[in-house]
């Protein structure tokens, strides 16, 4: 089973007590066993359905989300890693509504079909543009390259990377 | 004749019922040919387009949406697109093989034509006028000549018009689309860029577990036995076997992924070999040793022109073998 091996890589046995983790922006105490995946629980029990259940081994980058800025798959990262650290979803980067502007980007560029990979696309995108401003288009493809899109709507993809980096680095 | 079926309009569109005639639910049957299977006329002078088809990346909610508004000379943003929920879309044979555009095109576009023909017919006897002096424009019929008007909404405050078409009914001609073939937003870009947009698995209901399957280790491995008692004894855990199916679920996905982990499966060991490795030889080698076999390669085999004949004046030769086993 593959996402029971996963789960050991990142299973903390010496994790006891309630998990404390930070999600766009909000405490949570959670009482689950230490190896669920956290994409469970952002899913099922905080309602944040944003991020996508795909493969289930980190092979499609459906499940994005951000662990203190970094992207991570959420089906294989356990809550007992992202205990003490801060999560970001997809909702996170829109708190009051305002579109960030890698999602604005995405609309503007057409840089998505059926929109299931959208969320983690968009997820890893702001976080390429953090780190990089202004990423060339190797840069964006080796950031993105974890991220399946069954639609085949990659090059609208680096497109809206592209136009969401000149409006934000100036 | 099926008597005639009730049907809830759209809730968040003015709720309301109304009866519309029974579509048909059979694949031998023709496609349902009522205007009242696939469009409603909403409270607030919007038009509801019902269609058995499901958006899958294709962006049928813009092609479907363009046709409609098209024929009935309805602005575009007008126009909605319920699909899918078989609880309100007229029977349908499912969203596969790039059918979505050529059928179900052509049909919405008589039925909005149709539509169209009627919401005048029915302004034509309120004011007593000829139809040739009447048109449709923005959501309402108007008199060429008097300037009067009547808004979808006064000519069917019913929300259904029962009228039959069939596949004479005039459609207007590609040269003079307006809708159709121009570049439109994608209706449910914003949520999808979101995360607020809601797919088929996010949807969760009270009570739903989630449920895995035992896969067979190998090809044509059959069950010789399996032991549920580890993750029955799991709380909240269902398992079944049947035959050579193995089920569990469980409250969460994680836990069902458990309880799978936790069965004892024995498993024959097949004399075939199959696996990813060599399987398109296995399966070329046994093409011609079954009848079915045999069928399927003749069916599937397509030649036109000379490979052979056309290779020595080719400009650029590029030679590789594809398989797609």
Same mark, same amino acid.
């Given at each position: 089973?593959?996402?029971?091996?996963?789960?050991?890589?990142?299973?903390?046995?010496?994790?006891?007590?309630?998990?404390?983790?930070?999600?766009?922006?909000?405490?949570?105490?959670?009482?689950?066993?230490?190896?669920?995946?956290?994409?469970?629980?952002?899913?099922?029990?905080?309602?944040?359905?944003?991020?996508?259940?795909?493969?289930? +081994? @980190?092979?499609?980058?459906? &499940?994005?989300?951000?662990?203190? #800025?970094?992207? %991570?798959? =959420?089906?294989?990262?356990?809550? $007992?890693?992202?205990?003490?650290?801060?999560?970001?979803?997809?909702?996170?980067?829109?708190?009051?509504?305002?579109?960030?502007?890698?999602?604005?980007?995405?609309? +503007? @560029?057409?840089?998505?079909? &059926?929109?299931?990979?959208?969320? #983690?696309?968009? %997820?890893? =995108?702001?976080?390429?543009?953090? $780190?990089?401003?202004?990423?060339?288009?190797?840069?964006?493809?080796?950031?993105?390259?974890?991220?399946?899109?069954?639609?085949?709507?990659?090059?609208?993809?680096?497109? @809206?990377?592209?136009?969401?980096?000149?409006?934000?680095?100036? | 004749?099926?008597?005639?079926?009730?049907?809830?309009?759209?809730?968040?569109?003015?709720?309301?019922?109304?009866?519309?005639?029974?579509?048909?639910?059979?694949?031998?049957?023709?496609?349902?040919?009522?205007?009242?299977?696939?469009?409603?006329?909403?409270?607030?002078?919007?038009?509801?387009?019902?269609?058995?088809?499901?958006?899958?990346?294709?962006?049928?909610?813009?092609?479907?949406?363009?046709?409609?508004?098209?024929?009935?000379?309805?602005?575009?943003?007008?126009?909605?697109?319920?699909?899918?929920?078989?609880?309100?879309?007229?029977?349908?044979?499912?969203?596969?093989?790039?059918?979505?555009?050529?059928?179900?095109?052509?049909?919405?576009?008589?039925?909005?034509?149709?539509?169209?023909?009627?919401?005048?017919?029915?302004?034509?006897?309120?004011?007593?006028?000829?139809?040739?002096?009447?048109?449709?424009?923005?959501?309402?019929?108007?008199?060429?000549?008097?300037?009067?008007?009547?808004?979808?909404?006064?000519?069917?405050?019913?929300?259904?018009?029962?009228?039959?078409?069939?596949?004479?009914?005039?459609?207007?001609?590609?040269?003079?689309?307006?809708?159709?073939?121009?570049?439109?937003?994608?209706?449910?870009?914003?949520?999808?860029?979101?995360?607020?947009?809601?797919?088929?698995?996010?949807?969760?209901?009270?009570?739903?577990?989630?449920?895995?399957?035992?896969?067979?280790?190998?090809?044509?491995?059959?069950?010789?036995?399996?032991?549920?008692?580890?993750?029955?004894?799991?709380?909240?855990?269902?398992?079944?076997?049947?035959?050579?199916?193995?089920?569990?679920?469980?409250?969460?996905?994680?836990?069902?992924?458990?309880?799978?982990?936790?069965?004892?499966?024995?498993?024959?060991?097949?004399?075939?070999?199959?696996?990813?490795?060599?399987?398109?030889?296995?399966?070329?080698?046994?093409?011609?040793?079954?009848?079915?076999?045999?069928?399927?390669?003749?069916?599937?085999?397509?030649?036109?022109?000379?490979?052979?004949?056309?290779?020595?004046?080719?400009?650029?030769?590029?030679?590789?073998?594809?398989?797609?086993?």
């Amino acid at each position: 089973m593959s996402t029971r091996r996963a789960s050991l890589r990142f299973y903390n046995p010496r994790v006891t007590g309630p998990l404390r983790l930070t999600v766009n922006g909000a405490p949570h105490e959670l009482r689950d066993a230490p190896d669920t995946p956290l994409l469970e629980v952002l899913r099922d029990r905080l309602g944040l359905t944003g991020a996508k259940y795909g493969c289930g +081994e @980190a092979q499609c980058g459906a &499940c994005v989300v951000l662990l203190d #800025g970094q992207p %991570v798959p =959420a089906c294989i990262t356990t809550i $007992a890693s992202a205990a003490g650290r801060a999560v970001t979803t997809v909702e996170g980067l829109a708190p009051d509504g305002e579109l960030h502007p890698v999602q604005q980007a995405f609309i +503007e @560029a057409d840089a998505l079909q &059926c929109g299931y990979c959208t969320p #983690g696309m968009v %997820v890893a =995108a702001a976080a390429l543009l953090r $780190a990089t401003p202004r990423p060339n288009d190797a840069q964006i493809m080796s950031a993105m390259q974890s991220h399946l899109c069954r639609c085949g709507a990659y090059a609208r993809i680096v497109k @809206a990377v592209h136009l969401a980096a000149q409006r934000t680095a100036s | 004749m099926t008597p005639p079926r009730q049907i809830a309009t759209t809730p968040e569109f003015g709720g309301g019922r109304a009866t519309i005639p029974p579509a048909a639910p059979s694949t031998t049957e023709p496609a349902p040919n009522n205007v009242a299977h696939y469009l409603s006329f909403d409270p607030d002078g919007g038009v509801s387009v019902h269609a058995g088809k499901a958006e899958v990346g294709q962006n049928v909610r813009t092609s479907l949406a363009q046709a409609v508004a098209d024929e009935l000379r309805l602005p575009f943003e007008r126009v909605r697109v319920v699909l899918a929920d078989t609880s309100r879309v007229p029977f349908d044979r499912g969203t596969f093989g790039s059918r979505s555009t050529p059928d179900m095109v052509p049909r919405l576009r008589r039925a909005a034509a149709a539509a169209r023909e009627a919401l005048i017919d029915r302004a034509a006897e309120r004011w007593e006028a000829d139809t040739s002096a009447l048109l449709s424009r923005d959501g309402s019929v108007v008199h060429a000549e008097t300037g009067q008007a009547l808004s979808f909404v006064e000519l069917v405050p019913e929300q259904w018009l029962d009228v039959p078409f069939d596949d004479d009914t005039p459609l207007t001609p590609a040269t003079e689309w307006t809708v159709a073939g121009t570049s439109a937003p994608k209706p449910s870009a914003r949520d999808m860029v979101a995360g607020t947009h809601r797919f088929a698995s996010d949807v969760t209901l009270p009570g739903m577990l989630f449920g895995r399957t035992l896969r067979a280790p190998a090809f044509g491995a059959r069950l010789e036995s399996v032991d549920l008692s580890a993750a029955r004894a799991m709380l909240g855990v269902v398992a079944l076997h049947d035959g050579d199916f193995v089920g569990v679920a469980a409250p969460t996905a994680h836990l069902a992924g458990r309880a799978l982990a936790a069965l004892r499966a024995r498993w024959t060991s097949p004399e075939r070999r199959v696996s990813d490795w060599g399987l398109y030889d296995s399966l070329k080698k046994e093409e011609g040793q079954t009848e079915g076999g045999r069928q399927l390669a003749e069916r599937s085999r397509q030649e036109a022109g000379s490979v052979a004949d056309a290779l020595p004046s080719a400009k650029r030769v590029l030679r590789a073998t594809y398989t797609n086993a």
